[in-house]
């Protein structure tokens, strides 16, 4: 089992910016990719940005050039600098790690809100 606890997220106003903050501990030596995802009101659950053990990186188009997600190995932690941000980020940020049999993991959702 991992456990994962996300932190960052509240209300800022457009043009902001915010860092989430997602640990992993259990069996935190065996993830293999970690990254984030998002769902907004009354839309699906969608990529934002992946990172992998070795740093290669994935991010959705919308987040490019906005959004860097970085990670700390040493201390099982995932990272997503986001800058600025508009109203359609608005959405609970969930953390999902993929281990390297292929399991994966969700945190509990940090919500982001964008409003002036």
């Known amino acids: 089992q991992v456990q994962l606890v996300e932190s960052g997220g509240g209300l800022v106003q457009p043009g902001g910016s915010l860092r989430l903050s997602c640990a992993a501990s259990?069996?935190?030596?065996?993830?293999?990719?970690m990254g984030w995802y998002r769902q907004g009101p009354g839309k699906q659950r969608e990529l934002v940005a992946t990172?992998?053990?070795?740093?290669?990186?994935n991010y959705a188009d919308a987040v490019k050039g906005r959004c860097t997600v970085s990670r700390d190995n040493a201390k099982s932690t995932v990272y997503l600098q986001m800058n600025s941000l508009k109203p359609e980020d608005t959405s609970v940020y969930y953390c999902?790690?993929?281990?390297?049999?292929?399991?994966?993991?969700w945190g509990q959702g940090t919500q982001v809100a964008v409003s002036a």
């Open positions: 259990g069996r935190a030596s065996s993830v293999y990719s």
């Open positions: 999902r790690v993929v281990m390297y049999g292929g399991s994966l993991y």
């Open positions: 990172v992998t053990t070795n740093g290669e990186t």
